[in-house]
Each structure stands twice: as C-alpha cells, then as structure tokens.
C-alpha cells in the first residue's frame, strides 16, 4: 500500500492533468500521421515517405536505424521510400514510433531531476536492446515482433517522464532525492497506463508499462511484450546491488512463459553483448 505521501502526489497529479494545468507527454505530429496512413489500407509508400520525410530528425534517425547492424542490409539505404520497403509497414509503425521516444527525452529539467531522466533513458534503451533480441531469437513458438519489443522495452517506464515533470512543482520532494525516487518507482506504471492510454497504444503495450513491475504475473497464456520486458528488466540489473538480484528468478513465471531458463537467458545474453551495445549505441544521440 502506498503511503499517505505518495497518495497525495498521486491525487494532485491526476487533478492537475484533468484541469490542464499539467499535460502528460505528446508524441510528434509526424507519429499521428504516419500511424493513421499505415491504418488505412487506401495509403500508399509515397504518402507514408512524404510524413515521415516532414520531420528532418525523424528521418536521419530512421535512416540511421534501417542502415543498422540491426537490419543488416545489402546495400546502404538512402531515402525514406527505400526504408519503408525494407522495414515493411507493420515495422515502420514501430520504428517510427521508437525513434519519437527521443525526442521526448530531450527534455531539460533541473540538474538532479535531469540525472534521473538520463538514468531512465539509458536504462529504457538497455531494455529495449535486450527486449529485441528476446523477441527474435527466443518466441520461436509463439512469434513476436522484435521491433514490437523493441518500442515496449524503450516505452516501459514512459510513465517516469511526468513524474518528474510534476516533481519539480514540489519543493519538498526536489530535496529528497530518496522521497523523489521512491515516488517514481511507485507511480510510474500508474502513469504510464495513462500516457499509453491517451495515444491510443494497443493493449499489449499498456499492459507492458502498466504490469512490467509485477514479477510474479502470470496471465497463463502464450508469452507477450510484458513477458519479454520483465525478463529485459531483470537482465539489466546483473552485476548490481538491485534488489531484484536478490530474488529467485526461477520462481517468475516470465521466464518460463518464454520458454526460457534464468541461467540459460543470462548466458544466452552475454554471449550477445556487443549486438547489446550496438543497438544501445543507435539510442546514445537522444539526450
């Protein structure tokens, strides 16, 4: 149960986003835009090209991203048309999705809220990295999108980004940094479930930042986006002192919806750390 504080914090929160004098994050028009083309099968490459194309740091990124490691092509793609191609639409949707998570990270906030922000960012793209390789290379049986994954692992803690926003309206919490941290770890899924909510996400990926935090979920079906993040989560806390290292991984049902042993994950993981750090590398410009 949260206490009496953070219940407050929660309360004036939702009171403030509901009157407008706070608004939670809003992705670029280019996202709406193109999202809505690719909804309508009537579209077409060059009309879903001239969106993306309307935002010059969408398209560097994008065109960064498709010439990848990550993708592996051929030959080097140099306009967004080609891009689309070679992603296909139902990846394009992600994609471009994921390269807008950026853009909002850019925010500038106080020097230490401003920390916290580049901690989540940095911890968001080591989930995202992992997350994609799961998804790849582990849900053979039950198939699910890397770059899918990719976008639920970056967009897990989105919820942490208004939080942090509000804190700085709260002199109280601006001086406890442990106040201010315990606030974030308890709200943030509530949060999320909001922003997600708001930008019409499919209920996979509200289900990803509103139940990543619950180890012990177990919807009893085929594994999902929320599996695969939890399991991310978990990976990129080995070698710390985070409490979830202390845990008995072996009891949390993600891994084994995955099919996946903690041991075998941790070894399978480190084997892949330099394709990690090169799709961690594709996110290292956003703040």
């Known amino acids: 149960m949260a206490s009496p504080v953070i219940e407050r914090f929660w309360n004036d929160l939702v009171s403030d986003i509901k009157s407008n004098k706070i608004t939670l994050p809003a992705l670029p028009e280019v ?17 879903v090209a001239r969106a993306i194309s309307a935002d010059a740091t969408i398209t560097t990124r994008m065109l960064r991203l498709v010439n990848s490691p990550l993708y592996r092509s051929d030959h080097k793609i140099e306009d967004i048309k080609a891009a689309i ?13 994921t390269l807008a998570m950026e853009q909002l990270y850019s925010t500038t906030f106080s020097k230490p809220i401003q920390a916290i922000l580049h901690e989540t960012w940095e911890h968001s793209a080591h989930v995202a990295a992992l997350s994609y390789l799961i998804a790849r290379d582990y849900t053979a049986l039950h198939p699910l999108d890397p770059d899918e994954a990719m976008l639920a692992g970056l967009i897990h803690d ?22 201010m941290r315990k ?21 996979e990926l509200i289900s990803v930042v509103s139940e990543h935090e619950d180890l012990m979920r177990d919807p009893g079906l085929n594994p999902d986006y929320t599996d695969i993040v939890i399991v991310a989560n978990l990976l990129t806390h080995i070698g710390s002192k985070h409490p979830h290292t202390q845990l008995d991984w072996s009891r949390i049902p993600a891994f084994k919806r995955l099919g996946m042993s903690p041991e075998e994950t941790i070894e399978v993981i480190k084997g892949a750390s330099e394709e990690v750090k090169e799709i961690r590398e594709l996110f290292s410009s956003a703040i």
């Open 183 to 203: 606030v974030i770890e308890v709200l943030h899924t509530r949060i999320g479930k909001l922003v997600l909510t708001t930008w019409k996400f499919s209920p």
């Open 85 to 97: 191609t070679r992603l296909g639409n139902r990846n394009v949707r992600s994609v471009i999705t």
């Open 31 to 47: 996202v709406f835009k193109t999202r809505k083309l690719l909804d309508d099968e009537n579209s077409t490459a060059n009309q």
């Open 158 to 179: 989105i919820g942490k980004l208004p939080i942090l926003e509000y804190i700085e309206m709260v002199p109280d919490l601006m001086i406890n940094e442990n106040a």
